[in-house]
């Protein structure tokens, strides 16, 4: 292993590479100080040119750092992830047409590092199959891109997707510490991504691996348990003393999953408002032992309201990013989480949840259609994508989509137990086709799976291919009030029921009490 400066680093990638660079969301293990580098190298330099860049999750602050950094005309040629919304000034430069773009679901492009590193054809999975990343469709193009990478193939009489591999110049990795062999250890940070495949994909490429560390320690003084990169796998390494542990958190232990986090969050952080509703009604869904996803947005409430019911520890929630068990962190440390069972690495988790692992997800849905069809990356002007919504939707046994009937300028309240709605939203959420598909109602009901999509005052499920409503607050008319709203006359179930009135009162909805029966 070789000791250079970032900038050294970066000099190091040939016009026309394909760089793969780890991380995920809002710095969350991210190598920021190559990514800042190869800034400055290329804007002095005009090299390397004509890049193919590779992340998993987007990565950046969903204002200036990350890859919107690398939003410069003739850097790139083409970009592969799963979610360019928190990069937006790259996703200005995609929509303008000046880079090729790719989205991919988050899984399948992690589980794809361990296929390069294998010298497999690629990933084969069901994953994507009949939304927008199949090629009958998009095939996850995005900007200027043009060239199919993914396709449908036959085995065993059942169709499936592959997506492509292809060979990797340059992985960009992060840790903790690096001893002067080059050793590499994670201790510090709050995800482990892939950083092991990314190496070995390179190396195995006939690529190189440049590793990003905070401190250098002596040979030696690494217990070999703790590697996670062996020093064969890396050529070169730099030190940044100033690296954080997200762009948000310069460092916490119970991210690191070194110490207990003792201060819960309590019933005070979560407002009786529209949104708890919605995540209260979610929850309902829930049974003690289940195996849990949680979305972003509404959905990350639902473990601050199982921790005010007293249930935090009757499910095991998960964390796509790696985290099992525990509580997932919020906001734009999301991804992170605390009081864990355990840390493992990305693809492992996305094997679990494509094999049919999660018992429940909850998950935002922007648009659905009347054949159950979700859209949750292709709306408004900007260029989004779906993380790792495709596996987690289309692998769990039941999914709960959560959001309100109709968003802009949507006024409803709480008052006396009940809702009111004072001022509607000016856009349909349910329409008569979504603009783009990221989960398959079709899929899901050729499979059998449980869907449930919530909204403040009805609630429908998928039953024999068709969204039927199968439940409504009291008080509300189903056709003045709800289907009046929607873009679809939904099916109505014969035994239409009244939500649960706890949805909407003060206090815990004794949800303790109820998962301490079920376990009996």
């Known amino acids: 292993m070789k000791l250079v400066s970032a900038e050294d680093a970066v000099r190091l990638v040939p016009d026309g590479a ?43 602050d969903f204002a200036d750092r990350g890859f919107s950094q690398l939003a410069i005309p003739g850097l790139m040629r083409r970009t592969i992830g799963s ?26 492009l992690s589980q794809l590092c361990r296929e390069i590193a294998a010298g497999r054809p690629g990933v084969i999975s069901k994953v994507g199959l009949h939304t927008y990343v199949d090629p009958r469709q998009t095939g996850g193009k995005q900007g200027s891109a043009t060239e199919d990478l993914v396709e449908v193939v036959e085995l065993a009489g059942e169709e499936w997707l592959l997506y492509r591999s292809f060979p990797i110049d340059v992985a960009v990795i992060r840790g903790s510490s690096i001893d002067r062999d080059g050793n590499l250890t994670l201790e510090e940070e709050a995800i482990n991504g892939e950083m092991l495949a990314m190496a070995m994909a390179a190396h195995n490429s006939g690529g190189i691996a440049i590793a990003q560390a905070k401190t250098l320690v002596d040979s030696r003084s690494i217990a070999p348990r703790r590697v996670h990169v062996p020093a064969a796998l890396i050529d070169v390494a730099f030190i940044d003393p100033e690296q954080t542990q997200t762009y948000l958190t310069e460092y916490s232990p119970h991210y690191a999953g070194v110490q207990w986090r003792e201060d819960q969050p309590g019933a005070d952080l979560v407002p009786l408002d529209v949104r708890k509703v919605i995540a209260r009604r979610s929850l309902l869904e829930f049974q003690p032992g289940q195996i849990a996803n949680l979305g972003f947005g509404i959905s990350q409430l639902i473990g601050a309201i199982a921790q005010e019911e007293g249930v935090a520890d009757r499910v095991v929630l998960t964390v796509e990013q790696g985290v099992f068990g525990g509580v997932p962190a919020s906001g734009n440390d999301g991804g992170a989480g605390y009081n864990y069972q355990a840390l493992i690495d990305q693809p492992y988790m996305f094997d679990f949840y494509d094999g049919g692992g999660l018992d429940i997800a909850s998950l935002s849905f922007a648009e659905v259609d009347e054949r159950g069809n979700v859209n949750v990356h292709a709306f408004g002007n900007r260029l989004r994508g779906p993380g790792g919504f495709p596996n987690i939707s289309g692998g769990a046994r039941k999914v709960c989509f959560v959001g309100t009937l109709t968003t802009g300028g949507l006024d409803v309240s709480i008052q006396d137990g009940g809702l009111v709605v004072r001022t509607e939203g000016r856009v349909r959420r349910f329409v008569e086709q979504v603009r783009e598909v990221s989960f398959s109602g079709f899929e899901a009901a050729t499979g059998g799976q449980k ?45 239409l029921a009244t939500i649960d009135p706890r949805m909407y009162a003060d206090g815990t909805m004794g949800l303790h009490d109820r998962f301490a029966e079920e376990e009996l």
């Open 18 to 60: 394909t760089v793969i660079i780890g991380g995920s969301g809002a710095g969350h293990a991210v190598p920021q100080r190559f990514i800042d580098a190869l800034e400055t190298v290329y804007h002095e330099q005009g090299h390397p040119r004509d890049l193919t860049t590779v992340r998993v999750v987007g990565i950046g």
């Open 83 to 108: 979610n360019i919304g928190n990069e937006p000034r790259l996703a200005e430069l995609v929509a303008g047409g000046n880079v090729e773009a790719y989205s991919f679901p988050q899984g399948v």
């Open 451 to 495: 869907v449930r999509y919530i909204t403040e005052r009805a609630v429908f499920a998928l039953i024999d291919g068709r969204v039927t409503m199968i439940e409504i607050a009291a008080g509300l008319d189903p056709e003045s009030d709800v289907i009046a709203h929607m873009g679809f006359r939904p099916a109505i179930s014969p035994q």
